[in-house]
């Protein structure tokens, strides 16, 4: 894989049932418009127990269904449909609702753009999330750039989000709006229809997030707390929205995230519990939550010690709630009962107490998914569950699971909509041994007898985990001539609270022994890679451990440090997380915080260091590179520094596609300068 060829990397999320149809929606890359394009596209399904598709999918082709520039957050009801989309790379998406088998109108022309909706189940209304500018901020007054908008008066904690700014003077608030058709009208056959007026049903402190109606239509939110504060509170609330306002629903210590009514009384949702306060979030795995109304309890359904689930809303079918666990290098899908008492995952093995029978379902909790795809998406068919996933040749297709178990694929989207499919490196599986059990890990060799020059390459979080998925990072460097060597140290997640948890109050040790640990072992294994050309690098917690590991070690060729947390100190009064995160990991102790710094003992590094960051960067702060990099000039290291205008902390994920390739070209010349000789 080239560095251009990200625009063969097509990737797909947000599986729909409609009827005999199952819809999903395309995600690529443009470089040429520097931009991204989503559009749905859909297939035949036949809504039975059994698949009947074949393995390549032979019930029905795949056909384009949405002609956006950006089409998103697709909903189909009974009767109607609605979606949001952005007509150009610069335009903000907008509400577009039609009947089913009629166009959709648009709805909204909210200037900051739409993030979500829901219809109300009376089919009268919807009601839709969109950011409300502060006058005079934002291109509210034409007359005023952003750079003379007034001053910013904060009181908050938390002022600032990465990949947004400041958020207190533009809000996301909650709007409903009339899906009343107004019929042909004069106006309307001219083409200048006006927008049915939209009515503002929150003015809370926080964001709002999360719309969502019970079946007789009760209407809740997830936001946080009623004021802001100059403390901390991570906590973020369910409430109900009624004619009087807001009101909050009772969750304790419990945070909710995505949610869905499961009656008028029990709500479930995922979510984290904060054990020891209200910041206390380190490997705090999210789990399924009821919380009851009638009783004001809120039970966890999932054990909080071995089940992390992804944040993606549960379906509930059947008396079980399907959702996605994080397990292990993988995320796989699960059927969890919602009356079984708690279900706990046991040498790989979903357990649970005897059920209670509140529901009436004998269903047990299993994993549905091999552990070989990486589930991001999931709907029910009929009988069948629906999944988008990644795998290790593709970054997202479509599958079916059918009643029996029985999977099917049913897309080829890698090879389909390309003009030439990438050619991928297939990892290999790598462990070693730690205190706490086996460090799991992959190799990614070149093709070619080598010897390869290695790079040893480190996520972030730490509370993250890399898979076995497609990545494009891994198949630019074994393109270019690389052996990469990547691993999941405690500290990751996947592997429960306690392996999770191992780094807080230690933030480099632990997993420094692991990832040194899985190198040497693939070293040992493959005589193919070159021992004595070795290169590494990370990306924020992954960019720190490389600076820490830098400091400690001198095996190291060259290295790359990008978008790191480098100044714990520092990091505290900048970053958009830094009033809790620094706290919880690093600690308060001065000496026990330097000691974890990789600003300590900075002059120790003397390998050639490229550096790496955004300048936009709200989460790792661009001052964070520039003490680093000015402490390696003043140390004598040899090192450079990469800044990307106008990026976000999420550059090599999400950041402009020109950005992506340039960062990769980087990447590579810095490789062939120091590991090539």
Request: aromatic share 8%; charged share 20%; proline share 6%.
């Given at each position: 894989?080239?560095?251009?060829?990200?625009?063969?990397?097509?990737?797909?999320?947000?599986?729909?049932?409609?009827?005999?149809?199952?819809?999903?929606?395309?995600?690529?890359?443009?470089?040429?418009?520097?931009?991204?394009?989503?559009?749905?596209?859909?297939?035949?399904?036949?809504?039975?127990?059994?698949?009947?598709?074949?393995?390549?999918?032979?019930?029905?082709?795949?056909?384009?269904?949405?002609?956006?520039?950006?089409?998103?957050?697709?909903?189909?009801?009974?009767?109607?449909?609605?979606?949001?989309?952005?007509?150009?790379?610069?335009?903000?998406?907008?509400?577009?609702?039609?009947?089913?088998?009629?166009?959709?109108?648009?709805?909204?022309?909210?200037?900051?753009?739409?993030?979500?909706?829901?219809?109300?189940?009376?089919?009268?209304?919807?009601?839709?999330?969109?950011?409300?500018?502060?006058?005079?901020?934002?291109?509210?007054?034409?007359?005023?750039?952003?750079?003379?908008?007034?001053?910013?008066?904060?009181?908050?904690?938390?002022?600032?989000?990465?990949?947004?700014?400041?958020?207190?003077?533009?809000?996301?608030?909650?709007?409903?709006?009339?899906?009343?058709?107004?019929?042909?009208?004069?106006?309307?056959?001219?083409?200048?229809?006006?927008?049915?007026?939209?009515?503002?049903?929150?003015?809370?402190?926080?964001?709002?997030?999360?719309?969502?109606?019970?079946?007789?239509?009760?209407?809740?939110?997830?936001?946080?707390?009623?004021?802001?504060?100059?403390?901390?509170?991570?906590?973020?609330?369910?409430?109900?929205?009624?004619?009087?306002?807001?009101?909050?629903?009772?969750?304790?210590?419990?945070?909710?995230?995505?949610?869905?009514?499961?009656?008028?009384?029990?709500?479930?949702?995922?979510?984290?519990?904060?054990?020891?306060?209200?910041?206390?979030?380190?490997?705090?795995?999210?789990?399924?939550?009821?919380?009851?109304?009638?009783?004001?309890?809120?039970?966890?359904?999932?054990?909080?010690?071995?089940?992390?689930?992804?944040?993606?809303?549960?379906?509930?079918?059947?008396?079980?709630?399907?959702?996605?666990?994080?397990?292990?290098?993988?995320?796989?899908?699960?059927?969890?009962?919602?009356?079984?008492?708690?279900?706990?995952?046991?040498?790989?093995?979903?357990?649970?107490?005897?059920?209670?029978?509140?529901?009436?379902?004998?269903?047990?909790?299993?994993?549905?998914?091999?552990?070989?795809?990486?589930?991001?998406?999931?709907?029910?068919?009929?009988?069948?569950?629906?999944?988008?996933?990644?795998?290790?040749?593709?970054?997202?297709?479509?599958?079916?699971?059918?009643?029996?178990?029985?999977?099917?694929?049913?897309?080829?989207?890698?090879?389909?909509?390309?003009?030439?499919?990438?050619?991928?490196?297939?990892?290999?599986?790598?462990?070693?041994?730690?205190?706490?059990?086996?460090?799991?890990?992959?190799?990614?060799?070149?093709?070619?007898?080598?010897?390869?020059?290695?790079?040893?390459?480190?996520?972030?979080?730490?509370?993250?985990?890399?898979?076995?998925?497609?990545?494009?990072?891994?198949?630019?460097?074994?393109?270019?001539?690389?052996?990469?060597?990547?691993?999941?140290?405690?500290?990751?997640?996947?592997?429960?609270?306690?392996?999770?948890?191992?780094?807080?109050?230690?933030?480099?040790?632990?997993?420094?022994?692991d990832v040194l640990a899985i190198l040497d072992a693939a070293l040992a294994a493959h005589p193919q890679l070159d021992g004595s050309r070795l290169g590494i690098q990370g990306g924020s917690y992954g960019g720190y451990l490389t600076a820490m590991i830098l400091n400690a070690e001198d095996r190291f060729a060259a290295g790359i440090v990008e978008r790191g947390y480098l100044d714990p100190t520092t990091f505290i009064g900048t970053s958009d997380i830094g009033r809790f995160f620094s706290e919880e990991y690093s600690g308060r102790d001065p000496e026990r915080i330097a000691a974890q710094s990789p600003m300590t003992d900075i002059e120790k590094n003397t390998t050639p260091t490229l550096v790496i960051h955004s300048e936009r960067d709200f989460r790792c702060p661009l001052e964070q590179a520039q003490r680093y990099y000015a402490a390696l000039q003043r140390a004598g290291t040899h090192t450079e520094l990469l800044i990307f205008p106008g990026e976000s902390h999420g550059l090599s994920r999400t950041g402009q596609p020109r950005h992506r390739v340039q960062r990769f070209?980087?990447?590579?010349?810095?490789?062939?300068?120091?590991?090539?000789?």
């Amino acid at each position: 894989m080239k560095p251009a060829d990200i625009t063969s990397l097509i990737s797909c999320a947000e599986p729909v049932s409609a009827g005999e149809r199952i819809l999903c929606q395309l995600t690529r890359p443009d470089v040429e418009a520097n931009s991204y394009r989503f559009q749905y596209v859909a297939r035949q399904l036949p809504v039975t127990g059994t698949n009947t598709a074949g393995a390549t999918g032979t019930a029905g082709e795949w056909t384009r269904l949405s002609h956006g520039w950006n089409d998103s957050a697709l909903t189909i009801t009974d009767d109607s449909f609605g979606f949001l989309r952005a007509v150009g790379p610069k335009e903000s998406p907008q509400l577009y609702i039609g009947a089913t088998g009629a166009e959709a109108r648009r709805l909204t022309d909210a200037p900051l753009g739409v993030s979500g909706f829901a219809f109300d189940p009376s089919g009268q209304r919807a009601v839709y999330l969109a950011r409300t500018p502060e006058e005079g901020r934002y291109g509210t007054d034409e007359d005023i750039s952003a750079d003379a908008e007034a001053p910013r008066h904060i009181t908050a904690a938390s002022y600032l989000s990465d990949g947004l700014g400041y958020g207190g003077d533009r809000l996301t608030q909650l709007f409903s709006v009339d899906l009343t058709d107004p019929g042909m009208t004069a106006e309307s056959l001219l083409g200048s229809e006006t927008l049915p007026e939209s009515v503002q049903l929150t003015e809370h402190a926080e964001d709002v997030s999360d719309p969502q109606f019970s079946p007789a239509g009760q209407l809740s939110v997830v936001a946080g707390l009623e004021q802001p504060t100059g403390d901390v509170d991570l906590r973020s609330h369910l409430w109900l929205i009624t004619d009087d306002g807001m009101e909050r629903i009772d969750l304790g210590m419990h945070s909710a995230h995505a949610h869905v009514w499961l009656d008028e009384d029990r709500i479930a949702f995922i979510g984290i519990e904060h054990r020891a306060s209200v910041i206390d979030f380190v490997a705090a795995l999210p789990g399924l939550f009821i919380h009851d109304r009638s009783t004001g309890q809120t039970t966890r359904i999932t054990c909080d010690e071995t089940i992390e689930l992804e944040g993606i809303r549960p379906v509930i079918a059947d008396g079980c709630a399907y959702v996605v666990l994080t397990v292990d290098g993988s995320q796989r899908a699960a059927r969890i009962p919602l009356d079984a008492g708690t279900v706990t995952l046991t040498d790989g093995e979903l357990t649970c107490a005897e059920a209670t029978g509140t529901s009436g379902t004998e269903s047990a909790p299993a994993l549905l998914s091999p552990p070989e795809l990486v589930v991001t998406g999931l709907c029910r068919h009929g009988e069948q569950l629906i999944v988008t996933a990644a795998t290790v040749t593709s970054p997202g297709e479509i599958f079916a699971i059918d009643a029996a178990g029985g999977l099917t694929q049913l897309s080829d989207f890698a090879t389909q909509f390309v003009d030439e499919p990438l050619a991928v490196t297939t990892p290999q599986a790598v462990s070693a041994t730690t205190p706490l059990g086996d460090v799991h890990g992959w190799v990614a060799i070149p093709e070619g007898e080598g010897p390869f020059p290695v790079v040893l390459n480190i996520h972030g979080g730490p509370f993250s985990q890399y898979t076995e998925a497609l990545f494009d990072e891994t198949q630019v460097l074994t393109g270019g001539g690389y052996a990469v060597v990547y691993a999941n140290p405690r500290g990751s997640n996947g592997r429960g609270r306690a392996w999770g948890q191992a780094v807080q109050g230690d933030m480099a040790a632990p997993a420094h022994a692991d990832v040194l640990a899985i190198l040497d072992a693939a070293l040992a294994a493959h005589p193919q890679l070159d021992g004595s050309r070795l290169g590494i690098q990370g990306g924020s917690y992954g960019g720190y451990l490389t600076a820490m590991i830098l400091n400690a070690e001198d095996r190291f060729a060259a290295g790359i440090v990008e978008r790191g947390y480098l100044d714990p100190t520092t990091f505290i009064g900048t970053s958009d997380i830094g009033r809790f995160f620094s706290e919880e990991y690093s600690g308060r102790d001065p000496e026990r915080i330097a000691a974890q710094s990789p600003m300590t003992d900075i002059e120790k590094n003397t390998t050639p260091t490229l550096v790496i960051h955004s300048e936009r960067d709200f989460r790792c702060p661009l001052e964070q590179a520039q003490r680093y990099y000015a402490a390696l000039q003043r140390a004598g290291t040899h090192t450079e520094l990469l800044i990307f205008p106008g990026e976000s902390h999420g550059l090599s994920r999400t950041g402009q596609p020109r950005h992506r390739v340039q960062r990769f070209e980087h990447m590579l010349t810095w490789w062939s300068t120091h590991l090539r000789t």
